[in-house]
């Protein structure tokens, strides 16, 4: 457990020989035709079950079951909160005088929400919640999920999700999100959350407001009429939106794939093996951009890869009990070409260095180009039933 | 919850000075955002001293150079309240040292960092126990120093290195609305500092490393230049968050020139809508990792000439 | 006047929630929900759901296992998180465990490390982690059910089911019985309103499974009380007739997840 901690971001350093790796290294590093381990194709994701609604005491709720038997639950809660106003604001309503009572026009243009009211806990068994790998992941999806920002004028989601959370200028919804793994993590758990954080949000609905401008809120107590919190586009929902002609108005709620590079190959949803023996391991945020009809960007963090902290293979040359028994030609150093470390072939060196920018900029290609894994990402999490 | 009834408490969430109606219609000249003195690509001076805290195996101290607003306040102040603030940290490095008997074989050195604020150093006061974004700063920096040390010359021994911030950079213009922007921009040149003072403490610890790793920071911003169409946006390198009105998209990078290779990468915002200049066809990512780049390749010649200052420190003393 | 169960139970004889004094909530049940540990249940009754894995017996820990009590047989360490969103206001915590959390684990280590067969794994770990979904009281004697399936699931051996349920009166119970007028109902099952409001007794029972020649015998001999928890004031005439009907809860309870387990080894 107390080597788990250390490895605070790469979550746990796999109990793998360097035989092992080295040679999963090089099946992943094939050009072209990596071989994963489990047969899956490079972008290809792991079967999973996901079920929406399932616990009637929040907001919006969702389960993901990796068919690994990793499993995680997220809950959604909304409270009402009092927005405590800056002196600026006050400074600029006196400003602005006595005579705009009607204030249609400026609570949209002053009220732009803020971050903080998004909170997120992950509970992930056998951490602390204060320790290294639930904290870096809650921030990695909270500043995805509060730095979107939507691209349509005319809907509820101008401000993106923390314009959504106004209610007037001195209510507000604070939102608290959740996240509970029910086992500890076989793999990098970030797909996982992130998947079925974005399912919960989907769910997500608060209650239809009665009060108006800026009175004290009241609700509607019909939970039959409340409102989600992205709004359903008008048409059926789970439509695949395969021209951007019909450009359907709505926001969807980012997500945030983990994407390894092995060599030359680029690997998407790795597994614990896999990631084990990364040279790079990004995590990025994409949302859809409603109307360009393309992919955007949200944020990109590199983790630190588990290969950092494996254990290094000897190579016969430089192996005592050895000694003579291999001819000095057998294994000699060449340059990977990737990492331009000099290495002998099949024998493994835990990676050092970082990722060249060329690199990190194809695999963030991949990501965000038409008909790539994000979209298709994407469009899987519409097809789940959101009831 | 005690009261500590000792001592006359404070109210616990701070009041906020009166403001008076004549102040607000005066108060337009002193409340002036700082605006940008340097050019789109020009860098910050920054100050790098190495071994100023003897008791630990390595140190460092950073301070990056005061805005020109700041200085400007200071010459002729109009207001008590600073205008913006000017990043400074230390960095100490304690180790290699073995590991505590109970833990379980590491064949790499183990790296702890710890990135904590002063209770001073932004204008909201910190506390004193870590919040969640101290303790993501401390990952990413985790992040960044494992890809350039090399770890597996130390089996079985630990290295902790500690970043206190004295004075953080803001996160926006202290006077526009907290909603204004409120992703924490500071944070990333923050990181940038941390990035830049670890690896010339490490150095100063004598500590294997492939390279010196230096941190830039590149953001996209609104163009407020006022001659160009509306909706422009423009590369700067090392912005400070309180000379722009709004930051669309910021990265930071921890970088090694040697190598040319990125170890920590923290981009956010969205950067899909930006425009660059003419004739510049990279998307926005790209061309912010890139000018990240360039601002790490200028704080990496002021931390290889700090480490050349303390080596040749180190032999004068011999 | 307010809606509670000791104005309203004396007038329709009905409860709160429309139940009568001797009716459990609606228990649903399930094991080997989560393939990835040795033994996993869901367990809801009413509105308190609960979900419970199990890993082990695996190989304790360098500290523990040369401890006292790692040698004779395997130790149970019990996990409780209650989810942030369990209950109706979203719960602000500090550090990871409250009082709450920490004394259900606690009651459930003593109530597990006696009952299970542990003697057959020495220098091991039984490591059970409670996710408590929601809560709408009998949080207890709900984790104490959750905890015996996921045991089963896990395959680890144990005399019998332990299964828990609530008991209450319906009032404050603090005058002596009167057998000749007696106002007073026991409750089975007691949900969230309810407890607050009442005396409350959390009891857990557990019965040795007969073998061999006592087959055919009746096993309420073999009944044994496992748990009892009692935090609230009532008097002592009160004890007993709730205990009666706790106990019979928990036969109920018992014959719910008889079927549960039987059910799904056919599957």
């Known amino acids: 457990m107390s080597n788990q901690r250390q490895a605070s971001s790469a979550s746990q350093v796999p109990h793998l020989s360097p035989a092992e790796l080295s040679y999963l290294y090089t099946s992943l590093s094939l050009p072209k035709t990596p071989i994963r381990p489990d047969g899956r194709s490079p972008t290809q994701f792991r079967p999973l079950t996901a079920e929406t609604n399932i616990l009637p005491g929040t907001n919006g709720s969702a389960r993901i079951g990796?068919?690994?038997?990793?499993q995680a639950i997220v809950g959604v809660k909304a409270e009402v909160e009092k927005t405590i106003l800056s002196n600026e604001t006050l400074a600029s309503e006196r400003g602005a005088g006595p005579e705009p009572t009607d204030q249609e026009g400026s609570t949209t243009a002053a009220v732009g929400g803020h971050g903080s009211w998004v909170q997120m806990s992950i509970e992930i068994p056998g951490f602390r919640d204060d320790d290294a790998l639930p904290v870096f992941l809650s921030e990695m999806m909270r500043e995805s999920l509060v730095g979107a920002v939507g691209t349509d004028e005319n809907s509820d989601m101008t401000g993106g999700l923390k314009g959504r959370l106004v209610i007037n200028k001195r209510w507000h919804w604070r939102l608290y999100i959740d996240v509970l793994l029910l086992s500890q993590p076989l793999a990098y758990p970030l797909p996982l959350l992130s998947l079925t954080t974005h399912l919960a949000l989907l769910s997500t609905k608060l209650p239809k407001l009665k009060s108006q401008g800026e009175e004290d809120p009241f609700f509607d107590d019909d939970w039959a009429v409340a409102e989600y919190l992205y709004p359903r586009s008008s048409p059926s929902t789970g439509a695949k939106i395969s021209s951007s002609s019909s450009r359907p108005s709505f926001v969807r709620p980012p997500v945030t794939l983990l994407v390894i590079s092995v060599g030359e190959n680029i690997i998407f949803d790795p597994n614990r093996e896999e990631i084990a023996v990364a040279d790079a391991v990004l995590a990025i945020s994409i949302t859809r951009d409603t109307q360009a009809g393309h992919l955007r960007l949200l944020s990109i963090r590199t983790v630190d890869p588990p290969s950092r902290l494996t254990q290094p293979g000897v190579p016969?040359?430089?192996?005592?009990?050895?000694?003579?028994?291999?001819?000095?030609?057998?294994?000699?150093?060449?340059?990977?070409?990737?990492?331009?470390?000099?290495?002998?072939?099949g024998v493994w060196r835990p990676r050092r260095g970082g990722a060249k920018r060329s690199v990190i900029s194809e695999m963030v290609k991949t990501v965000l180009k038409k008909g790539g894994v994000g979209e298709e990402v994407l469009e899987g999490l519409e097809g789940v039933e959101v009831s | 919850m005690m009261a500590d009834r000792r001592r006359v408490n404070g109210p616990p969430s701070g009041t906020r000075p009166a403001v008076f109606t004549a102040d607000l219609q005066l108060g337009a000249s002193a409340t002036d955002r700082a605006q940008r003195q340097r050019q789109p690509s020009e860098l910050r001076k920054i100050f790098l001293k190495t071994g100023l805290i003897p008791t630990a195996s390595g140190s460092s101290y950073l301070e990056f150079e005061p805005s020109a607003s700041l200085a400007a306040a200071r010459a002729n102040p109009k207001s008590l309240i600073p205008p913006s603030s000017a990043l400074k940290l230390a960095c100490t490095v304690h180790g290699p040292k073995p590991l505590p008997r109970s833990a379980a074989f590491s064949p790499n050195i183990v790296l702890t960092t710890h990135v904590k604020y002063a209770p001073f150093a932004a204008r909201q006061r910190k506390g004193h126990i870590?919040?969640?974004?101290?303790?993501?700063?401390?990952?990413?920096?985790?992040?960044?120093?494992?890809?350039?040390?090399?770890?597996?010359?130390?089996?079985?021994?630990?290295l902790d290195i500690t970043v206190t911030i004295l004075e953080a950079e803001d996160d926006r213009w202290w006077g526009s609305a907290p909603d204004s922007h409120d992703a924490s921009w500071g944070m990333m040149n923050v990181l940038a500092g941390c990035i830049t003072a670890a690896s010339a403490a490490i150095a100063d610890a004598h500590i294997d490393c492939l390279d010196l790793i230096a941190g830039g920071v590149a953001a996209l911003v609104a163009d407020e230049s006022g001659n160009s169409a509306a909706g422009t946006t423009k590369l700067m390198l090392d912005t400070d968050p309180a000379e722009h009105r709004s930051i669309l998209s910021a990265c930071v990078v921890g970088y090694m020139p040697a190598r040319d290779e990125i170890t920590e990468l923290w981009l956010k915002g969205d950067s899909s809508k930006a425009s660059l200049e003419e004739g510049d066809d990279r998307s926005g990512h790209d061309a912010l990792i890139d000018g990240a780049v360039d601002a790490a390749r200028g704080a990496h010649t002021v931390l290889a000439e700090a480490v050349r200052e303390s080596l040749l420190r180190i032999v004068g003393q011999s | 006047m307010p809606l509670d169960t000791s104005t309203t139970y004396p007038l329709t004889k009905l409860r709160l929630d429309g139940r009568r004094w001797n009716e459990l909530r609606l228990i649903q049940a399930q094991i080997s929900t989560n393939p990835a540990s040795s033994g996993s249940s869901f367990f809801s009754m009413g509105n308190t759901s609960i979900m419970c894995s199990v890993h082990g017996p695996a190989e304790g820990r360098r500290g523990d296992a040369s401890?006292?009590?790692?040698?004779?047989?395997?130790?149970?360490?019990?996990?409780?998180?209650?989810?942030?969103?369990?209950?109706?206001?979203?719960?602000?915590?500090?550090?990871?465990?409250?009082?709450?959390?920490?004394?259900?684990?606690?009651?459930?280590?003593?109530?597990?490390?006696?009952h299970l067969h542990t003697y057959l794994y020495p220098h091991s770990t039984i490591?059970?982690?409670?996710?408590?979904?929601?809560?709408?009281?009998?949080?207890?004697?709900?984790?104490?059910?959750?905890?015996?399936?996921?045991?089963?699931?896990?395959?680890?051996?144990?005399?019998?089911?332990?299964?828990?349920?609530?008991?209450?009166?319906?009032?404050?119970?603090?005058?002596?019985?009167?057998?000749?007028?007696?106002?007073?109902?026991?409750?089975?099952?007691?949900?969230?309103?309810?407890?607050?409001?009442?005396?409350?007794?959390?009891?857990?029972?557990?019965?040795?499974?007969p073998v061999g020649e006592n087959n055919m015998d009746t096993d309420e001999e073999e009944m044994k009380v496992a748990v009892v928890t009692m935090d609230s004031k009532l008097h002592c005439t009160y004890v007993e007739t709730m205990l009666a009907v706790g106990i019979d809860g928990c036969s109920q309870i018992r014959e719910l997840l008889e079927g549960v387990i039987k059910g799904s080894s056919r599957a």
Do not use: Y
């Open chain 1, 66 to 70: 990796f068919a690994d038997g990793t």
């Open chain 1, 316 to 345: 016969n040359s430089e192996n005592v009990n050895m000694l003579g028994a291999v001819a000095p030609t057998d294994d000699i150093a060449v340059l990977n070409p990737v990492t331009g470390e000099e290495e002998v072939p």
């Open chain 2, 130 to 158: 870590r919040d969640s974004g101290e303790r993501d700063l401390g990952v990413h920096l985790e992040t960044a120093l494992r890809g350039a040390i090399i770890a597996e010359r130390w089996p079985k021994s630990g």
């Open chain 3, 67 to 114: 401890g006292s009590a790692g040698g004779a047989g395997a130790i149970v360490d019990v996990d409780v998180n209650v989810a942030g969103f369990a209950g109706v206001d979203r719960k602000r915590r500090a550090g990871g465990s409250d009082r709450q959390s920490s004394r259900i684990a606690t009651t459930l280590r003593s109530a597990f490390q006696s």
């Open chain 3, 127 to 209: 490591s059970i982690h409670v996710s408590v979904l929601s809560v709408d009281g009998s949080l207890l004697a709900a984790a104490i059910n959750a905890c015996t399936l996921a045991l089963v699931d896990a395959g680890i051996p144990m005399p019998g089911l332990l299964t828990s349920c609530t008991a209450g009166m319906s009032g404050s119970a603090s005058t002596p019985q009167d057998p000749r007028n007696n106002e007073l109902d026991p409750l089975l099952d007691l949900s969230l309103p309810e407890e607050q409001e009442l005396p409350v007794l959390t009891v857990g029972t557990t019965n040795s499974v």
